[in-house]
């Protein structure tokens, strides 16, 4: 199909990637010649010699598109939606709009580069007029702290973005879930809701961030020796309230991993775990007498080299395990490396340590997911009322079934498409297949180039 840019009359949506896959989003909104970048993302590729292998989408076939690029939006950061910049952004150096937390997420990325990023620091609740597109920073509750929704306003009408979310009336870190921000009549109208459908196959509703506070303050609590927690490092609010159960259990907490190190460090410097987060160096923690120990720890996926992997294995170099640890994973295991895990548990409980796993003791509450189950989409539903959901962030049946729950809820129309479709949201709303071609590059680590995937 012959690629046009979109006028002054219509609204459109591109996904280049995140749309029918779970990973590696990147989306483009186009209107009055110009497009808009929401996220852009990496995925890792499990391997067969066990390494995760750098992926993200291929922006080559949506080159014209990328040639009127007015700027880029990142809505938060985790790597499926910022990954990817340092890789891409020479093709695209827009300026990225974002708020404080991931915008230092960002700037570490490209540290030692000799390309840096012009960084838009944005507040929540603000608007920024980007091209002929009014972006509106929306606080939205997920597993990373200033997570937004966006709302992004045109002559041709409006789209809301949800970017990852869930319905949290108590996150730990951040405001709740304000539905009133998102009721139907405190927006314009909405010409289409784009919505995540990670969860969409899950009943009922997510787990509350503070419900694990207590969960993981129970299971510290109840341990007589050292304790050791696996958890991702962008996940803020766990690390504040493993720091919270940590003071009130008379615990010292130390970091093992280097990404729990760089995620907490940006963190402090935009104003969290300023309080109740009583950290001591790694290679003090071994001094103190079990009881008054508590190690949070990379690697809840099993992850060659990782801190929870030396540790398993008896190698890591402050600290060996013995029959009085607790280990704690409160983290879910990412589909395919359910082998790594059960490999991390064999190894801990060999040492004579007690292993709780958030993945096996769903009860304990140890994790929450960060994503909407069905209960949350009905109601954002109810909440917005659309005329017309786009499912993303999701394998096609994820997609399929946000689209379901949607109709259930009353919405008029759904469009379910995946990478390189071109939807429509101007009336009247459609979608045109595969518009541009979409793709993956691989990283390849040895010389760092990127490479087209066959
Ligand atoms: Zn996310
Ligand atoms: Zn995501």
Redesign the pocket.
């Known amino acids: 199909m012959k690629f046009r840019q979109p006028t002054d009359q219509e609204l459109w949506f591109l996904p280049l990637g995140g749309s029918g896959e779970i990973g590696m989003n990147l989306n483009l909104f186009g209107h009055d010649d110009c497009w808009l970048m929401v996220d852009c993302g990496i995925t890792f590729e499990r391997q067969a010699s066990g390494e995760n292998q750098i992926e993200m989408p291929d922006p080559d076939g949506a080159q014209e598109a990328l040639r009127s690029l007015v700027g880029i939006v990142a809505t ?1 950061a ?1 790597e ?2 910022i990954g990817a910049l340092p890789h891409l952004y020479k093709r695209f150096p827009k300026p990225i709009y974002t708020t404080a937390f991931t915008a230092g997420v960002i700037r570490q990325k490209f540290q030692g580069d000799a390309l840096t990023p012009e960084l838009q620091v944005v507040d929540s609740y603000s608007s920024r007029q980007i091209g002929p597109f009014k972006v509106t920073w929306l606080p939205i509750t ?3 702290p200033e997570t937004h929704a966006l709302l992004i306003e045109t002559k041709a009408g409006s789209i809301l973005h949800t970017a ?1 979310w869930k319905i949290d009336p108590a996150p730990v870190i951040g405001p709740p879930f304000e539905s009133s921000r998102f009721r139907a009549q405190n927006l314009p109208p909405i010409s289409a809701l784009v919505v995540d459908s990670t969860n969409a196959l899950k009943t009922g509703h997510s787990k509350s961030e503070y419900s694990i506070r207590a969960g993981l303050k129970k299971a510290i609590a109840a341990a007589t020796g050292r304790v050791i927690i696996g958890c991702f490092a962008s996940n803020i609010a766990r690390l504040q309230s493993i720091g919270q159960a940590c003071v009130e259990t008379d615990r010292h907490l130390a970091l093992a991993g280097r990404s729990l190190v760089k995620m907490s460090g940006i963190a402090k410097s935009v104003g969290y775990l300023k309080t109740d987060f009583p950290e001591i160096p790694l290679s003090h923690l071994g001094y103190l007498p079990g009881e008054n120990a508590l190690l949070i720890a990379t690697g809840s996926q099993g992850e060659r080299g990782s801190a929870l992997w030396r540790l398993a294995r008896d190698q890591h170099p402050d600290l060996a395990l013995n029959s009085t640890d607790l280990v704690i994973l409160s983290a879910k295991t990412i589909p395919g490396n359910d082998a790594e895990v059960a490999a991390l548990v064999r190894g801990f409980q060999a040492q004579g340590a007690v292993v709780l796993s958030a993945e096996t003791n769903d009860v304990l509450d140890l994790h929450a997911s ?1 994503h909407p189950n069905k209960d949350e989409l009905s109601a954002l539903y109810d909440i917005v009322q659309p005329n017309l959901v786009i499912p993303v962030h999701g394998e096609p049946q994820h997609l399929a079934e946000n689209a379901k729950i949607a109709k259930a809820a009353g919405v008029a129309s759904t469009l379910t498409g995946r990478n390189g479709d071109l939807f429509v949201c101007s009336n009247p709303a459609l979608i045109k297949r595969q518009w541009v071609k979409t793709g993956r590059l691989v990283y390849s680590q040895p010389d760092r180039s990127l490479i087209k995937q066959l």
């Open positions: 938060h985790h499926d939606h997920h597993s990373t990852d960060g």
